[in-house]
């Protein structure tokens, strides 16, 4: 299930970037577009902190486009996964499915779905504890 940590991280990493691009969209907007950092604090500063944050944008932008390709690379071979267990974590963690769809899907009682997700999640944090120690 360790896929499924990288995969969650991936996801997680992505949200961070994509709310760093928007603040640094929004500072450029302070210092470049409306005017109101160079008319705060000069021409010269504001030309400084528009090469600095359109800098940092572009190393966002390159990481996203990284992670983006990561993303797909891993769904692409969650999806190759067989077992019931690869399954349910496929549609839990990457397709966001509730247990009621999953049981739909493979042809199972909720319930069983229920077990299977929480025994997955258990044997996971013992793993994860015996790596630790």
């Known amino acids: 299930?360790?896929?499924?940590?990288?995969?969650?991280?991936?996801?997680?990493?992505?949200?961070?970037?994509?709310?760093?691009?928007?603040?640094?969209?929004?500072?450029?907007?302070?210092?470049?577009?409306?005017?109101?950092?160079?008319?705060?604090?000069?021409?010269?500063?504001s030309l400084i902190q528009v090469g600095k944050l359109v800098e940092s944008r572009n190393k966002l932008f390159n990481r996203l486009e990284t992670l983006e390709r990561a993303r797909t690379r891993t769904e692409k071979l969650m999806e190759r996964f067989e077992g019931v267990e690869y399954k349910i974590a496929y549609m839990r963690i990457v397709e966001c499915r509730t247990h009621k769809e999953i049981a739909d899907e493979l042809g199972y009682e909720e319930q069983t779905i229920r077990k299977r997700w929480s025994r997955m999640k258990c044997h996971e944090m013992a793993t994860d504890r015996m790596k630790i120690e």
């Open 1 to 45: 299930m360790q896929i499924m940590h990288s995969y969650s991280d991936i996801l997680s990493e992505i949200e961070v970037i994509k709310t760093q691009l928007e603040i640094t969209n929004s500072e450029i907007e302070y210092w470049y577009l409306s005017g109101d950092g160079a008319h705060k604090f000069g021409a010269n500063a």
